[in-house]
């Protein structure tokens, strides 16, 4: 979120956008997502079905990965593990990646750490993607509560300033003036 607070005027600026917070693009929506216009509702549908066919594709690789274990002859016991490596890894992937699109992470050291986990349990962040764009475009409540914040913030302190400060006058008694 970008605040522009120089720009004199309620008005939009010579460049084109409006004076005060601007909205944060999210990924494949931009900023359609503030008025739900551009395509927001054809994005969303697209957003849906990239999302599930990537998740699809990534389960038949993973499918193909395990068969390629299965033709080594590494064992079951092996099989088994790599098979709850990535249902567990999934799992924590899907409920990471949907608590980030409502907050922000509270421990960004922490979740920099968990990055390789979500990288192996990459099919439940794609889930979890595709199950979000029913109800919204991934993350657009987060946002939208920031920049209604942002915005009635900025509206506050620009009411605030009303008048030119040097032009009023003082309530201070004035000193007789000494001869």
């Given at each position: 979120?970008?605040?522009?607070?120089?720009?004199?005027?309620?008005?939009?600026?010579?460049?084109?956008?409006?004076?005060?917070?601007?909205?944060?693009?999210?990924?494949?929506?931009?900023?359609?997502w503030v008025?739900?216009?551009?395509?927001?509702?054809?994005?969303?549908?697209?957003?849906?079905?990239?999302?599930?066919?990537?998740?699809?594709?990534?389960?038949?690789?993973?499918?193909?990965?395990?068969?390629?274990?299965?033709?080594?002859?590494?064992?079951?016991?092996?099989?088994?593990?790599?098979?709850?490596?990535?249902?567990?890894?999934?799992?924590?992937?899907?409920?990471?990646?949907?608590?980030?699109?409502?907050?922000?992470?509270?421990?960004?050291?922490?979740?920099?750490?968990?990055?390789?986990?979500?990288?192996i349990?990459?099919?439940?962040?794609?889930?979890?993607?595709?199950?979000?764009?029913?109800?919204?475009?991934?993350?657009?409540?987060?946002?939208?509560?920031?920049?209604?914040?942002?915005?009635?913030?900025?509206?506050?302190?620009?009411?605030a300033?009303?008048?030119?400060?040097?032009?009023?006058?003082?309530?201070?008694?004035?000193?007789?003036?000494?001869?």
């Amino acid at each position: 979120m970008s605040e522009n607070s120089e720009a004199p005027g309620p008005g939009p600026t010579p460049g084109g956008t409006k004076p005060g917070p601007q909205p944060e693009p999210l990924l494949f929506f931009g900023t359609t997502w503030v008025d739900h216009d551009g395509g927001y509702g054809l994005r969303r549908v697209g957003a849906a079905v990239g999302s599930l066919a990537a998740s699809v594709t990534a389960c038949f690789v993973l499918r193909f990965a395990f068969q390629g274990l299965e033709i080594a002859g590494v064992g079951n016991l092996v099989g088994i593990l790599v098979v709850l490596m990535f249902v567990i890894c999934s799992a924590i992937a899907f409920r990471m990646t949907w608590e980030g699109f409502s907050r922000r992470p509270a421990d960004p050291v922490r979740e920099a750490n968990l990055r390789g986990l979500k990288t192996i349990g990459f099919v439940g962040s794609l889930i979890a993607y595709f199950l979000r764009t029913f109800k919204e475009a991934p993350g657009e409540q987060l946002r939208r509560a920031e920049y209604e914040t942002a915005l009635a913030r900025y509206t506050k302190r620009r009411s605030a300033r009303t008048g030119n400060p040097a032009a009023r006058k003082t309530t201070k008694a004035k000193r007789p003036k000494r001869k």
